[in-house]
């Protein structure tokens, strides 16, 4: 009884790092424009697509390097091609509405339209036979008692851990993430005081979608099969996790998309599996009854 | 005269289409664009109460349809037809003529009762949040569907067919089109009512600043509830007659696709403006209807030109990526929608000399 519970929680660890990661790039994002960008999980779907492209190339062009060498140079590669996806997006899309100032919901509609691009083209160009990702890791499962971990799963959860902690190093202590909460604070103002508004803003779209491609990567690796909607479901699950945290703050969306882990993983311990969506979802809207603004979500003032 | 100008049309256009039909002058295809364009006016324009009347940021629209389609459904197979699962009928099935109407409006009921799921925490909560709220409902609704393993689950619902089936045998005129047309025109007569009503005024008064309407005596709680109310039991209705159009449901056809399909029509049509909507969803089923034939007429010109590799074809695929970009495009040319925030007498003022609005 035990053992399953303990078993069940590292389930729901790994399963939580992957809604944090993405959870993370929506709060960047937000806490920056004010933006939901609703494509973010399709830039997740992208960031497993590409990495199984590089991956497959890399290992028909050299088939006898070591896997862990493969991934090595699979990782920034495909963080980096991600990134030039999101910051293409922000290009096109999402600068010429922002310059006219647009109304704020118009360029939420945008970025549900760019998403919606982004799955059904891939669906259209690459056929609708799913992709196997190639095993680059070789499973080593340790095993204490009755508990078993492999190696990937540790290495998921670190990872999230990690980025985390990096994101939170820049947002607090750098100049760049100073100048991110500057303009989240007074968009107008910013700009007086001599701050590029854009470059901060694309420097925010590159780490939200690296981040939302390393997640894809590691999904991938976890779950070794990839279909053009696989961003999807998982992209609104991590927004929803990321307000339940208090959207536009770091700490919310990493402990919120852990949070959504958990209740999924749980429900589906105890429950038919079926029922996964349905009590995930009440918690989360008690949660937001209770607390309209999310966990670390401040309540904001209106000046009359 | 000019009082009569508008429902005589009205009339006219209702009478010509359903005697057309009936004589089997127009094919049933064409009849089914028309119905599933009046079922998109019906949702475009409820879900303008909310998004454009209000101005608040809601995008769970497709659940509330679900509730109605399978409220009616269920309804009706149980009254008028005999069904493996709900036995037979409790009704003569020759009284599904006069009773269709109002199971149609027991399903917008149920779905407006399930628009209080929405409406209480948009007391508190602002537009991201309630975003997400409507959102979770959307799930939940659907969830909730899929676990009634005794209306179908996953598998979807059908059965709707006989009850059509039961009406025509009784006169036989297409009735379920006659339905959708009274249903459409009651749902723009009553949009277009409650919004130029001093009720309605409170509702946009909320979108141009709660805090200042709340003080100047609105009631804004109760006006969210009754905006929430009638937008999902309007969009309840929707689903009813979709369901009877299809015959068959699914409660995956009703999730967050078809919500983001409502989110377009609305916003291609412009916020709060109801000759808008309904000339957007006019517009946005032509254009997947005649996406149709475009796409593969555009395979073959392209294969024909040599611009496309012999194994390559442009499949129905390309429908939702063409849609979108064509949206993307709209936005970043005229943001604010086709008509923007005015309704057709305001860019044409000499049509109100041919109809007078009480």
């Not at chain 1, 770091?250 to 079926?274: D, W, Y």
């Not at chain 2, 006019?282 to 590799?309: G, K």
């Amino acid at each position: 009884m035990l053992a399953s519970i303990i078993q069940n929680l590292f389930n729901a660890f790994q399963w939580g790092s992957f809604y944090s990661l993405i959870a993370l790039g929506y709060t960047l994002v937000y806490g920056v424009l004010r933006l939901i960008n609703f494509a973010h999980g399709d830039i997740f779907m992208v960031g497993a697509y590409i990495a199984f492209f590089i991956a497959t190339a890399i290992l028909g062009m050299a088939a006898s390097l070591p896997g862990w060498m493969v991934l090595a140079m699979v990782i920034p590669l495909t963080m980096i091609l991600t990134a030039v996806v999101g910051v293409s997006l922000e290009r096109i899309a999402y600068r010429p509405l922002r310059r006219k100032g647009a109304h704020r919901l118009y360029v939420v509609i945008t970025a549900l339209m760019c998403g919606l691009v982004l799955e059904n083209g891939n669906l259209a160009l690459l056929g609708a036979s799913r992709k196997s990702f190639p095993e680059l890791v070789d499973k080593v499962v340790y095993t204490v008692g009755d508990l078993s971990m492999t190696n990937l799963k540790i290495g998921v959860v670190f990872s999230a851990i990690l980025v985390f902690i990096f994101l939170h190093f820049i947002v607090t202590k750098t100049k760049i993430g100073m100048a991110m909460r500057a303009i989240s604070y007074d968009k107008f103002a910013v700009p007086l005081m001599g701050i590029p508004i854009d470059t901060v803003i694309v420097f925010t779209f590159i780490l939200g979608s690296s981040f939302a491609g390393l997640a894809g990567l590691l999904f991938a690796l976890s779950y070794p099969i990839l279909d053009p909607y696989m961003g999807a479901m998982i992209g609104w699950k991590a927004f929803i996790a990321a307000v339940v945290g208090g959207i536009g703050d770091i700490r919310g969306a990493f402990l919120g998309g852990f949070l959504l882990g958990f209740v999924e993983i749980l429900v589906v311990a105890v429950f038919p599996s079926t029922y996964r969506d349905l009590i995930a979802f009440a918690i989360l809207m008690t949660i937001l009854c209770i607390k309209p603004t999310g966990m670390f979500g401040v309540a904001g003032t209106t000046k009359i | 005269m000019r009082k009569l100008t508008v429902p005589t049309l009205l009339l006219a256009i209702t009478g010509v289409i359903v005697f057309m039909s009936h004589q089997e002058y127009i094919d049933l295809y064409i009849q089914s664009v028309i119905m599933f364009m009046g079922v998109n006016i019906i949702l475009s324009s409820s879900f303008n109460i909310v998004n454009g009347y209000m101005g608040e940021f809601a995008c769970g629209h497709a659940g509330f349809m679900a509730v109605g389609a399978y409220v009616t459904s269920v309804v009706n197979v149980m009254l008028f037809t005999d069904d493996k699962v709900f036995g037979a009928a409790l009704l003569p099935p020759e009284t599904a003529v006069y009773l269709f109407p109002f199971t149609l409006l027991i399903g917008g009921a149920a779905a407006a009762v399930a628009g209080v799921l929405v409406a209480i925490p948009s007391f508190k909560t602002r537009d991201d949040y309630l975003a997400i709220i409507t959102i979770a409902a959307n799930f939940i609704i659907i969830s909730t569907i899929i676990n009634i393993d005794k209306i179908g689950g996953a598998r979807g619902f059908m059965g709707m067919k006989k009850v059509l089936f039961a009406m025509t045998d009784s006169y036989d005129i297409p009735w379920i089109l006659l339905w959708v047309m009274i249903f459409t025109f009651g749902t723009v007569f009553i949009i277009r009512r409650y919004v130029t009503s001093t009720y309605g005024k409170g509702i946009i008064a909320i979108k141009q600043d709660e805090v200042a309407a709340e003080i100047m005596s609105v009631n804004t709680n109760r006006m969210k509830l009754v905006a929430f109310m009638l937008s999902s039991g309007l969009a309840g209705i929707a689903g009813g007659l979709f369901a009877h159009i299809l015959g068959y449901i699914n409660p995956n056809s009703f999730g967050i696709l078809k919500s983001t399909e409502c989110l377009v029509m609305v916003y291609l049509g412009g916020m709060g403006s109801l000759s808008g909507s309904v000339i957007s969803a006019i517009l946005f089923t032509l254009l997947l209807e005649s996406l149709r034939f475009i796409i593969p007429w555009m395979d073959t010109a392209m294969h024909y030109m040599h611009l496309l590799p012999d194994s390559y074809e442009l499949s129905q695929v390309w429908k939702w990526v063409i849609i979108p970009l064509i949206l993307i495009l709209l936005m970043q040319f005229r943001p604010e929608g086709i008509m923007g925030n005015r309704e057709l007498s305001d860019v044409f003022p000499k049509l109100k000399k041919f109809y007078s609005f009480k």
